[in-house]
């Protein structure tokens, strides 16, 4: 059965200085982050998530910069469905607060893919 996705939700850049990046963001864009713990800052940009990730953290994939999170109703399901199809598991699903679900795995040929349910955010 294919994923049905609701569209691009939330690209996820890592930073090793969290605070001077989420100085920067807000300053840049004007807004102030809607989600703002040690682990992960969140910015509501135009209806989309703009998030900012420790790089050092244990949960952030090596060697990727960017990772875009599509918007789909059951993480868990999508997750199984990628990885039956050949991805590799990065992330397995795990609620990260407020209700949000997030899981990434890598396409065959090496690219990040992140899947998330925000409840947060309007289909």
């Known amino acids: 059965m294919p994923i049905h996705l609701h569209g691009l939700r939330t690209a996820i850049y890592l930073t090793h200085d969290l605070d001077a990046a989420k100085q920067w963001y807000t300053n840049a864009f004007g807004v102030a982050p809607y989600f703002d713990e040690p682990f992960y800052v969140g910015f509501n940009i135009g209806g989309y998530e703009l ?73």
Do not use: C, Q
């Open 51 to 123: 998030g900012l990730h420790p790089r050092d953290s244990a949960a952030a994939p090596v060697g990727v910069g960017v990772t875009a999170y599509w918007g789909v109703d059951d993480v868990p399901a999508a997750f199984a469905h990628l990885v039956a199809a050949g991805a590799i598991a990065i992330e397995e699903p795990s609620e990260v607060g407020g209700g949000i679900i997030v899981a990434s795995v890598f396409d065959p040929w090496g690219n990040a893919l992140g899947l998330i349910f925000n409840p947060h955010f309007s289909l």
